[in-house]
């Protein structure tokens, strides 16, 4: 595929090994490469097996996309064998050696990029790969840093940085307010950083600071009409290192296989589902679903379904594999869903979102505010209840609720790691109930709700469209990486 003179450029996207991490980033390959820049995309064997489907969308496209499956030496990072993804992984408290065991891709990335001719033009890493940056020094490759969550978040925790307070507040629970925003944003540190606030972490999140500051440049996935302020804000924050803000990234997916491939394969086929929601009215639909690796225990699940079935509403509910314990199929079977089936959907494992999200009987979306999922819900134009879990979601949350006033919070204030394992439950089944009639509730809140996120639909759509925001970003961005290429040889 390589030629010596392609003039080309040639991207190496390194994106971290979890669904909510590298489905983004196969997007960006996909748009990078119709814009006619090479890309090759740096997987594991596990993970090039979940998406073998776009693995065979590439080729069939003769899209200019290479697919680098390299190992991933588990027992090395200290994983069970296979854990090859966040979500794999047997607990939590698995977590920290999953950060830093990706480490282990730093030898076979090294050894594919010294074979190739000519040198790439520039590397695109995942955030949470800090260890790309001493690839890219010794290779001599510019290098991007690829940021996940909103531009709103990483404002917040830039602002918080800045101002010191993750040392000057001690206290995990003290509320305090976000500096240097228009607007009055108050959280804790436990909310803020989520499972990542002991000194454990500190050295990953540092060199995770330091692969920031040395890198070329920032992408982001999110849309200038979106976050404004907050993305002009942090492009002065950054100085002369450039932002680009190239989303929503999801809206590369236009047709239904390819909104039904992505990240993993479906537990259920999407026409089934699709032909389940035909029979539904247009905006009745509730769906539920939180994303790749958060796990509900069994008595929160109780909980959920519980309120589903007490609002009287039709809903799509994905529950994961890993959730699927003996007593959660009683429960299911015992009663719950033959009470619930002239109007409840039940999926089992991984659910094709973006179809579900799309289809126009879908009128709510329940969310732990993974940005991805946001992002999905507003550019298929769906309000949101949110249920924020872990790291970026609570401040996503905010953002959702009080500034762009597209979701109503269900309200949850404990991240999930700091929940003790006994049982309890965050949210009660009655707030569930509530939260699904406010959203769904057709008073004047709601009809605004709905009218504000079909408004950012359509500037999303705009933003990616041939002269838009995103656009013009991502033409920007290859410009600049050919140009910096050009002098660096
Ligand atoms: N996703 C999906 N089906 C599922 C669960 C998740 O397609 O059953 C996708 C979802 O559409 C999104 C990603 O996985 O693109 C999850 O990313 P997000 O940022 O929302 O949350 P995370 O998984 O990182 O917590």
Known sequence: MSSLHDPRAHFILVPLVAQGHAIPMLDMARLLAE???????????????????????????????????????????????????????????????????????????????????????????????????????????????????????????????????FERVPDEFEPFLVPDLPCRVEVNKAQALGFATGPEWANF???????ESTADGIV??????????HIRSYQKAKGKKKVWSIGPLCLCNKDVTRKATRGNKASMDEHIITKWLETMEPGSVIYVNFGSSAR???????????????SNRPFVWVIKGVELTPEIENWLSGGFEEST????????????????????????????????????SISAGVPMMTWPQFSDQFLNEKLIVDELRIGVAVGVKVPMSHVTDDGRVMVQREDVEKAVSRLMDGGENGEDRRMRVRELQEKAMKAMEGGGSSYVNMTRLIQYIMEHTNKEL
């Not at 999140?205 to 692969?211: I, K, L, N, P, S």
């Not at 909980?303 to 079935?309: A, D, F, H, T």
Request: some cysteine; proline content about 8%; charged content about 20%.
């Open 35 to 165: 814009r006619g820049a090479r890309v090759s995309f740096i997987t594991t064997p596990v993970n090039a097996a979940r998406i073998e489907a776009i693995i065979d969308q590439v080729k069939e496209s003769h899209l200019p996309i290479q697919f680098v499956i390299l190992p991933f030496a588990c027992a090395k990072a200290g994983l069970p064998d296979g854990c090859e993804s966040f979500d794999l992984l047997p607990s939590i408290e698995y977590t920290k050696a999953m950060f830093e065991g990706t480490r282990v891709l730093q030898e076979p990335l090294e050894l594919f990029l010294r074979e190739l001719r000519p040198k790439p033009s520039c590397l695109i890493a995942d955030m949470c790969n800090p260890w790309t940056m001493e690839v890219a020094r010794k290779l001599r490759i510019p290098r991007i840093v690829f940021h996940g969550p909103s531009c709103f978040y990483l404002l917040c925790v830039h602002n918080m940085a800045m101002h010191g307070i």
């Open 205 to 211: 999140m540092q060199e995770m600071v330091v692969a």
């Open 220 to 229: 982001i996935n999110s849309y200038d009409d979106l976050e404004p302020w």
């Open 296 to 310: 509900t225990r069994p008595s929160q699940l109780i909980e959920i379904g519980c309120g589903l079935q007490a």
């Open 341 to 376: 089936s002239s109007r409840g959907l039940i999926i089992r494992g991984w659910a094709p979102q973006m179809v579900i999200l799309s289809h126009p009987a879908v009128g709510g979306f329940l969310t732990h505010c993974g940005w991805n999922s946001i992002l999905e």
